[in-house]
Nanobody, 124 residues
Framework: QVQLAESGGGSVQSGGSLRLSCVASGYAHSAYSLGWFRQGPGDEREGVAVVGRGGTPVYADSVKGRFTISQDPAKSTLSLQMNSLKPEDPALYYC??????????????????WGQGTPVPVSS
């Protein structure tokens, strides 16, 4: 059973930075691919950044150039560095795991396991 635990969320001003972390456990690292998603009030859950094949990052257009996804060599921790935060970024941010065949995909339906989410409110 894959277990995911996010941390690092918190209030930040527009233009500021925040770093999220996700500790993953209970799975064979080669069997799953990790990613970050977010869901704002009344919105559908959307992909933000995921780890693709060979560790190549894949980003949503809305965060390209501002967010950076990274994974430690042991693949047990996934991070999301968020810079230049905008008023449209506030959401509950989730860490998720997809079977390795879905590596690099941004569709939430490909992801089987989810963390509890960590809130990122952005004040203007």
């Amino acid at each position: 059973q894959v277990q995911l635990a996010e941390s690092g969320g918190g209030s930040v001003q527009s233009g500021g930075s925040l770093r999220l972390s996700c500790v993953a456990s209970g799975y064979a690292h080669s069997a799953y691919s990790l990613g970050w998603f977010r869901q704002g009030p009344g919105d559908e859950r959307e992909g933000v950044a995921v780890v693709g094949r060979g560790g190549t990052p894949v980003y949503a257009d809305s965060v390209k150039g501002r967010f950076t996804i990274s994974q430690d060599p042991a693949k047990s921790t996934l991070s999301l560095q968020m810079n230049s935060l905008k008023p449209e970024d506030p959401a509950l941010y989730y860490c998720a795991a997809a079977p390795s065949f879905a590596s690099g995909r941004m569709a939430r339906y490909d992801y089987t396991f989810w963390g509890q989410g960590t809130p990122v409110p952005v004040s203007s």
